[in-house]
C-alpha cells in the first residue's frame, strides 16, 4: 500500500472545504438501494470526501445498480460509457476519478464489468459496502478491485452514523433496512442471488439508528426489507421478535410521527402484524402488497407459495382493522406460459381489491433464475399490451381513489417547500402527494389539511390546524 493516499490527501483537506474532495451516489435501484447509496455517501464523508453536485464535480463517483430487470442492467452500461469519458476529460485537466460500480448488478456479474467497461476501478456487492474505505485504498494502487463476498461480518454495524448535516438534507421521511435478503426463490428473481440469505438486524442496532435520525429532524421512518415482514431480529435478551413489536418500539422513539414498511410478503402478513394496523396510531394507513398475478397456476409456477384467494384473505383481514387502509402492490405480466385468461383473472383480481397506487411490469428473464428456462415465453407485443391494459385499469383506480379524497381532511406531515413561493408539500397517510399554501415552519410537522382539489398526480390543499 502506497505511503499517501488520495484518502489521507482527502482527510488533510478536509478542514478546507473548498479543496477538499467531492464524492457522488448514484442510486439506480429500490429502497433499499437508495438506503445504501446513503450510508455510502456516509462512508465517503468519514473519508473527508464533500458531496458533489453532480458527476462533472466528483472526484469520486458510486453507481449503485440494480439487477431486477433487463433493461435496469443495460442502464449502467450505457451510463458507464458517458462516465469513462468524463473520466478521460477529468484525467487531461489533471485530476483524477474514481469510478465504483456497487449494488445488485455488480454482485450478479462481478469481473464482468471491469471486462466490459475497464474504466471501473472498483466493483462492490451489496454485502460488502461497508469495506468501501479499504477497497479504495486498494483501487489507488491497484484498479480494477472487485468485491462480491457475502461476509460474516455485520455490515450494519461497521458503517459510520450519518453525519446530521447529511440527515437533514435528505429530508424529514428517511428509510431504515431492517432486514435483507431473500430466501423465498420466486422463479423469476434475482434478489435471492445479488442480496443472498434473509437477514435481521438487532432491534438495539435499529432503535439506536432511529433515535439518532429523530435527533437529526426525522419525522417518518420507512422499515424496509426485500421481505420486511420476515422481520425476526434479536432483542436484548437475544430473543427473536417479529415486524409488530418493532414497530410499536419504534413509534415510541420521541420525535417519530410516523412510521410505514415496505416490501412485504402475502406469507408473512401474521396475526400481530395485521392487529398492529388497527392498533398503532403511528403506522400509516397504508400497505404495499406485492401479489404479481391473479392466476393461480401463475402463483404456483413463480413459486410464490399463496393463491390469489389467500392474497384476498389477507387484504380482508387487514381492512376489517383497519377499513381505510390504502393498498398497492407489484404486477408481473407476460410471465413464461401467462395465457389471455390467466391475464385477464390478474384484472379480475385489480377489480376485486381496488388498488390506490401500484407498479406494474413486463416479465424480464433474468439470467440464472428458473423461470428464465421456462417453456411459453410470451412474445414482448403480447407482453406490451397486457401491461397497457393493466396500467389503465390501475390508472383508473388510483385516480378514483385520490377523488374520493377531495372534501376530506387528512393528516399531512410536510416534508419540504413547494415549487412556489409560499406553497409546501407533504404527504397524506396514504402516501399522495400534498401541497398547501404554508410557512415553511410547518416542515417536519402533521397538519390537519383539508383536501379541496386534484392535480395530476397530487392532491391540493388548505392547512385548517393550527401549528402544534
Ligand atoms: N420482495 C418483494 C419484491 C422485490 S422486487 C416481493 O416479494 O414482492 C420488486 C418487484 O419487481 C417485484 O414485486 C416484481 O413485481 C418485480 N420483478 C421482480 N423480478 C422481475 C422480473 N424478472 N421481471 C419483471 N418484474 C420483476
Ligand atoms: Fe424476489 Fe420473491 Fe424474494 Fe420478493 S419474495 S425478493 S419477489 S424472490
Ligand atoms: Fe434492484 Fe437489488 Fe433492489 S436488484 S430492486 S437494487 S434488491
Same mark, same amino acid.
Given at each position: 500500500m502506497p505511503e499517501t493516499t488520495v484518502l489521507d490527501a482527502a482527510r488533510r483537506a +478536509? #478542514?478546507?472545504?473548498?479543496?477538499a474532495p467531492r464524492a457522488f451516489v448514484k442510486s439506480f435501484g429500490c429502497q433499499m438501494n437508495v438506503y445504501d447509496s446513503q450510508r455510502m455517501a456516509d462512508l465517503a464523508a468519514g473519508e473527508g470526501y464533500r458531496e458533489a453536485a453532480g458527476p462533472e464535480d466528483a472526484d469520486l463517483i458510486v453507481l449503485n445498480t440494480c439487477h431486477i430487470r433487463e433493461r435496469a442492467s443495460e442502464k449502467i452500461y450505457s451510463e458507464l460509457g458517458k462516465l469513462r469519458e468524463l473520466k478521460e476529460e477529468r484525467s487531461r485537466a489533471g485530476r483524477r476519478t474514481t469510478l465504483v460500480v456497487a449494488g445488485c448488478l455488480a454482485q450478479a456479474e462481478g469481473g464482468e464489468i471491469l471486462r466490459r467497461q #475497464? +474504466?471501473?476501478?472498483v466493483v462492490v456487492g451489496p454485502q460488502s459496502y461497508h469495506r468501501l474505505p479499504e477497497l479504495l485504498r486498494e483501487a489507488e494502487a491497484r484498479p480494477g478491485v472487485v468485491d462480491t463476498d457475502f461476509p460474516a461480518e455485520d455490515k450494519f454495524s461497521r458503517l459510520p452514523a450519518s453525519a446530521p448535516e447529511a440527515v437533514a438534507r435528505r429530508g424529514v421521511a428517511a428509510f431504515v433496512t431492517v432486514q435483507e435478503g431473500c430466501d423465498k426463490f420466486c422463479s423469476f428473481c434475482v434478489v435471492p442471488y445479488t442480496r443472498g440469505a434473509e437477514s435481521s438486524r438487532p432491534v438495539s442496532a435499529i432503535l439506536s439508528e432511529i433515535e439518532h435520525l429523530a435527533r437529526s429532524g426525522v419525522r417518518e421512518i420507512m422499515l424496509i *426489507?426485500?421481505?420486511?415482514?420476515a422481520y425476526h431480529g434479536a432483542d436484548r435478551q437475544g430473543r427473536p421478535v417479529g415486524l409488530a413489536p418493532l414497530i410499536a418500539a419504534a413509534a415510541a422513539v420521541p420525535g417519530i410521527l410516523r412510521l410505514r414498511y415496505a416490501t412485504s410478503h402475502p406469507n408473512d402478513m401474521d396475526d400481530e402484524l395485521i392487529a398492529a394496523h388497527g392498533r398503532l396510531e403511528a403506522l400509516t394507513p397504508y400497505l404495499h402488497l406485492p401479489?404479481?398475478? *391473479?392466476?393461480d397456476r401463475v402463483l404456483a409456477s413463480m413459486n410464490r407459495r399463496h393463491r390469489v384467494a389467500d392474497y384476498i384473505n389477507v387484504v380482508d383481514r387487514v381492512r376489517a382493522v383497519r377499513p381505510d387502509i390504502a393498498l398497492s402492490s407489484d404486477f408481473i405480466v407476460g410471465y413464461p406460459g401467462e395465457t389471455d385468461a390467466e391475464f385477464q383473472a390478474t384484472l379480475d383480481l385489480v377489480r376485486e381489491v381496488g388498488f390506490a397506487s401500484s407498479y406494474a411490469f413486463k416479465y424480464s428473464a433474468r439470467p440464472g433464475t428458473p423461470a428464465a428456462e421456462m417453456a411459453g415465453q410470451v412474445d414482448e407485443p403480447v407482453k406490451a399490451e397486457r401491461l397497457g391494459a393493466l396500467q389503465a385499469l390501475l390508472e383508473e383506480q388510483r385516480q378514483a381513489f385520490n377523488r374520493a379524497c377531495v372534501g376530506r381532511r387528512l393528516a399531512v406531515l410536510f416534508e419540504k417547500p413547494g415549487r412556489h413561493e409560499g406553497q409546501i408539500i407533504g404527504r397524506s397517510p396514504y402516501m399522495q402527494a400534498v401541497f398547501a399554501e404554508g410557512p +415553511?415552519?410547518?416542515? *417536519?410537522e402533521i397538519a390537519e389539511v383539508e383536501i379541496v382539489g386534484l392535480s395530476a398526480n397530487s392532491l391540493r390543499g388548505r392547512i385548517v390546524s393550527p401549528t402544534s
Open positions: +478536509a #478542514p478546507n472545504e473548498s479543496s #475497464p +474504466a471501473v476501478d *426489507g426485500q421481505n420486511v415482514n401479489v404479481q398475478s *391473479g392466476s +415553511a415552519s410547518r416542515i *417536519g
